[in-house]
Protein backbone atom coordinates (compact mmCIF):
# COMPACT_ATOMS: atom_id res chain seq x y z
CA UNK A 1 0.00 0.00 0.00
CA UNK A 2 2.89 2.10 0.66
CA UNK A 3 3.76 2.36 -3.13
CA UNK A 4 0.61 4.26 -4.13
CA UNK A 5 0.22 6.36 -1.19
CA UNK A 6 3.61 7.56 -2.04
CA UNK A 7 2.92 7.54 -5.83
CA UNK A 8 -0.53 9.81 -4.75
CA UNK A 9 1.99 12.02 -2.48
CA UNK A 10 4.96 12.17 -5.78
CA UNK A 11 1.64 13.79 -8.24
CA UNK A 12 0.62 16.38 -5.35
CA UNK A 13 4.00 17.87 -5.38
CA UNK A 14 3.78 17.35 -9.18
CA UNK A 15 1.59 19.64 -9.99
CA UNK A 16 0.37 22.79 -8.65
CA UNK A 17 -2.24 23.73 -5.88
CA UNK A 18 -1.13 27.77 -5.06
CA UNK A 19 -1.11 30.85 -6.69
CA UNK A 20 2.12 30.59 -8.30
CA UNK A 21 0.48 28.22 -10.67
CA UNK A 22 2.18 28.65 -13.77
CA UNK A 23 5.48 28.50 -12.54
CA UNK A 24 5.37 25.32 -10.36
CA UNK A 25 3.67 23.41 -13.76
CA UNK A 26 6.73 24.28 -15.64
CA UNK A 27 8.58 21.60 -12.78
CA UNK A 28 5.48 19.65 -12.29
CA UNK A 29 4.22 17.77 -15.80
CA UNK A 30 8.11 17.07 -16.46
CA UNK A 31 7.75 15.52 -13.01
CA UNK A 32 4.84 13.76 -13.78
CA UNK A 33 6.87 12.85 -17.23
CA UNK A 34 9.60 11.47 -15.72
CA UNK A 35 7.85 9.18 -13.17
CA UNK A 36 5.76 7.73 -15.26
CA UNK A 37 8.17 7.18 -17.82
CA UNK A 38 10.48 5.88 -15.06
CA UNK A 39 7.63 3.61 -13.67
CA UNK A 40 7.08 1.80 -17.57
CA UNK A 41 10.45 0.78 -17.14
CA UNK A 42 10.63 -0.28 -14.16
CA UNK A 43 7.76 -1.99 -13.53
CA UNK A 44 7.85 -1.66 -9.44
CA UNK A 45 6.19 1.96 -9.52
CA UNK A 46 2.26 2.57 -9.33
CA UNK A 47 2.40 4.62 -12.33
CA UNK A 48 -1.81 3.98 -12.18
CA UNK A 49 -2.12 5.96 -9.49
CA UNK A 50 0.17 8.30 -10.07
CA UNK A 51 -1.63 9.36 -12.86
CA UNK A 52 -5.01 8.81 -10.83
CA UNK A 53 -3.51 11.08 -8.45
CA UNK A 54 -2.74 14.14 -10.30
CA UNK A 55 -5.71 14.11 -12.63
CA UNK A 56 -7.39 14.67 -9.25
CA UNK A 57 -5.18 17.53 -8.56
CA UNK A 58 -5.69 19.14 -11.96
CA UNK A 59 -9.30 18.23 -11.75
CA UNK A 60 -8.69 21.22 -9.33
CA UNK A 61 -7.40 23.59 -11.19
CA UNK A 62 -8.38 26.80 -12.66
CA UNK A 63 -5.64 26.57 -15.37
CA UNK A 64 -7.17 25.44 -18.86
CA UNK A 65 -6.30 21.91 -20.55
CA UNK A 66 -5.09 20.95 -17.30
CA UNK A 67 -6.40 17.41 -17.44
CA UNK A 68 -5.53 17.55 -20.88
CA UNK A 69 -1.59 17.67 -20.16
CA UNK A 70 -1.73 15.04 -17.72
CA UNK A 71 -3.05 12.99 -19.67
CA UNK A 72 -1.05 13.29 -22.68
CA UNK A 73 2.12 13.52 -20.29
CA UNK A 74 0.95 10.10 -19.22
CA UNK A 75 0.00 8.58 -22.59
CA UNK A 76 3.59 9.52 -24.10
CA UNK A 77 5.59 8.80 -21.20
CA UNK A 78 4.25 5.23 -21.06
CA UNK A 79 4.15 4.67 -24.41
CA UNK A 80 8.40 5.66 -24.81
CA UNK A 81 8.95 4.13 -21.56
CA UNK A 82 7.31 0.65 -23.22
CA UNK A 83 8.90 0.88 -26.35
CA UNK A 84 12.56 1.94 -24.63
CA UNK A 85 11.40 -1.79 -22.28
CA UNK A 86 10.51 -3.70 -25.85
CA UNK A 87 14.06 -2.25 -27.49
CA UNK A 88 15.84 -3.42 -24.28
CA UNK A 89 14.32 -6.56 -24.82
CA UNK A 90 14.80 -7.56 -28.12
CA UNK A 91 18.68 -6.50 -27.69
CA UNK A 92 18.86 -8.88 -24.70
CA UNK A 93 17.39 -11.70 -27.17
CA UNK A 94 20.41 -10.76 -29.18
CA UNK A 95 23.36 -10.11 -26.77
CA UNK A 96 25.17 -11.65 -24.20
CA UNK A 97 25.65 -8.74 -22.18
CA UNK A 98 21.48 -7.61 -22.70
CA UNK A 99 20.38 -11.18 -22.09
CA UNK A 100 20.89 -10.10 -18.05
CA UNK A 101 18.34 -7.16 -18.55
CA UNK A 102 15.68 -9.66 -20.03
CA UNK A 103 16.18 -12.16 -17.72
CA UNK A 104 15.36 -9.44 -14.89
CA UNK A 105 12.08 -8.30 -16.73
CA UNK A 106 11.54 -12.41 -17.31
CA UNK A 107 12.01 -12.76 -13.56
CA UNK A 108 8.45 -10.72 -13.33
CA UNK A 109 6.18 -12.74 -15.62
CA UNK A 110 5.83 -16.36 -13.99
CA UNK A 111 6.29 -19.24 -16.66
CA UNK A 112 1.96 -19.88 -16.75
CA UNK A 113 1.27 -16.00 -17.35
CA UNK A 114 3.66 -15.51 -20.31
CA UNK A 115 2.38 -18.82 -21.55
CA UNK A 116 -1.58 -17.57 -21.77
CA UNK A 117 -0.30 -14.35 -23.18
CA UNK A 118 1.35 -16.22 -26.06
CA UNK A 119 -1.68 -17.96 -26.07
CA UNK A 120 -3.94 -15.08 -26.20
CA UNK A 121 -1.64 -12.85 -28.54
CA UNK A 122 -1.74 -15.76 -31.37
CA UNK A 123 -5.50 -15.60 -31.00
CA UNK A 124 -6.11 -11.97 -30.73
CA UNK A 125 -2.82 -9.80 -31.62
CA UNK A 126 -2.88 -6.42 -30.96
CA UNK A 127 -6.27 -6.59 -28.60
CA UNK A 128 -4.53 -8.24 -26.28
CA UNK A 129 -1.79 -5.75 -26.02
CA UNK A 130 -4.55 -2.88 -25.11
CA UNK A 131 -6.26 -5.37 -22.57
CA UNK A 132 -2.60 -6.30 -20.69
CA UNK A 133 -1.87 -2.21 -19.94
CA UNK A 134 -5.38 -2.35 -18.17
CA UNK A 135 -5.30 -5.52 -16.23
CA UNK A 136 -2.76 -5.21 -13.73
CA UNK A 137 0.54 -7.25 -13.66
CA UNK A 138 -0.53 -7.72 -17.49
CA UNK A 139 1.82 -5.84 -19.45
CA UNK A 140 5.13 -7.69 -19.04
CA UNK A 141 3.84 -11.49 -19.77
CA UNK A 142 2.35 -9.77 -23.28
CA UNK A 143 5.44 -8.02 -23.53
CA UNK A 144 7.23 -10.63 -23.63
CA UNK A 145 5.07 -12.83 -25.33
CA UNK A 146 5.53 -10.35 -27.85
CA UNK A 147 9.71 -10.89 -27.67
CA UNK A 148 9.37 -14.42 -28.23
CA UNK A 149 6.96 -13.99 -31.21
CA UNK A 150 9.61 -12.09 -32.93
CA UNK A 151 7.18 -9.06 -33.38
CA UNK A 152 9.58 -5.65 -34.73
CA UNK A 153 9.48 -2.33 -32.63
CA UNK A 154 7.34 -0.90 -35.04
CA UNK A 155 4.80 -3.28 -34.98
CA UNK A 156 4.99 -3.45 -31.26
CA UNK A 157 4.77 0.23 -31.42
CA UNK A 158 1.31 0.39 -33.43
CA UNK A 159 -0.43 -1.85 -30.80
CA UNK A 160 1.16 -0.25 -27.88
CA UNK A 161 0.13 3.51 -29.31
CA UNK A 162 -4.28 2.44 -28.09
CA UNK A 163 -2.79 0.25 -25.43
CA UNK A 164 -1.53 3.41 -23.88
CA UNK A 165 -4.20 6.07 -24.71
CA UNK A 166 -6.77 3.62 -23.09
CA UNK A 167 -4.51 3.50 -20.24
CA UNK A 168 -4.11 6.90 -18.87
CA UNK A 169 -8.02 7.56 -19.87
CA UNK A 170 -9.03 4.88 -17.64
CA UNK A 171 -6.63 5.97 -15.00
CA UNK A 172 -7.66 9.52 -15.34
CA UNK A 173 -10.92 8.95 -15.13
CA UNK A 174 -10.91 7.27 -11.65
CA UNK A 175 -8.55 10.28 -10.53
CA UNK A 176 -11.40 12.60 -12.20
CA UNK A 177 -14.11 10.43 -10.21
CA UNK A 178 -12.24 10.53 -6.51
CA UNK A 179 -11.88 14.65 -7.82
CA UNK A 180 -15.26 15.01 -8.10
CA UNK A 181 -16.58 13.61 -5.14
CA UNK A 182 -14.69 16.20 -2.20
CA UNK A 183 -14.00 19.44 -2.27
CA UNK A 184 -10.28 19.21 -0.97
CA UNK A 185 -7.70 18.01 -3.60
CA UNK A 186 -6.05 15.71 -0.65
CA UNK A 187 -9.18 13.78 -0.35
CA UNK A 188 -9.85 13.47 -3.63
CA UNK A 189 -6.25 12.09 -3.94
CA UNK A 190 -6.88 9.47 -1.03
CA UNK A 191 -10.15 8.26 -3.13
CA UNK A 192 -8.44 7.83 -6.28
CA UNK A 193 -5.53 5.92 -4.62
CA UNK A 194 -7.84 3.54 -2.73
CA UNK A 195 -9.93 3.06 -6.30
CA UNK A 196 -6.69 2.30 -7.92
CA UNK A 197 -5.70 0.05 -5.59
CA UNK A 198 -8.74 -2.25 -5.33
CA UNK A 199 -8.80 -2.00 -9.19
CA UNK A 200 -5.51 -3.84 -8.71
CA UNK A 201 -6.19 -6.57 -6.65
CA UNK A 202 -9.45 -7.52 -8.21
CA UNK A 203 -7.76 -9.52 -10.89
CA UNK A 204 -5.66 -11.41 -8.02
CA UNK A 205 -8.68 -12.34 -6.09
CA UNK A 206 -10.37 -13.30 -9.20
CA UNK A 207 -7.53 -15.63 -10.26
CA UNK A 208 -7.46 -17.18 -6.63
CA UNK A 209 -11.34 -17.63 -6.54
CA UNK A 210 -11.26 -19.47 -9.51
CA UNK A 211 -8.20 -21.21 -8.41
Known amino acids: MSGPAHAATLAVAALPTVPTESARQALGYPSLF ?4 IGALVPVVPTGALVSSAAVVAFHQTAPFSLALVFVTAAL ?4 GDGALYWLGRRGMRSKNGSRWLEAIRSRAPEERLTQAQEKLAGHGVAVLVLSRLVPAGRIPVMLACLVADWPLRRFARGNLPA ?3 WAVTYQVIGILGGSLFKEPWEGVVAAVALTVVVSAVPGVVRRLAR
Do not use: S
Open 34 to 37: LLVL
Open 77 to 80: AAFL
Open 164 to 166: CLA
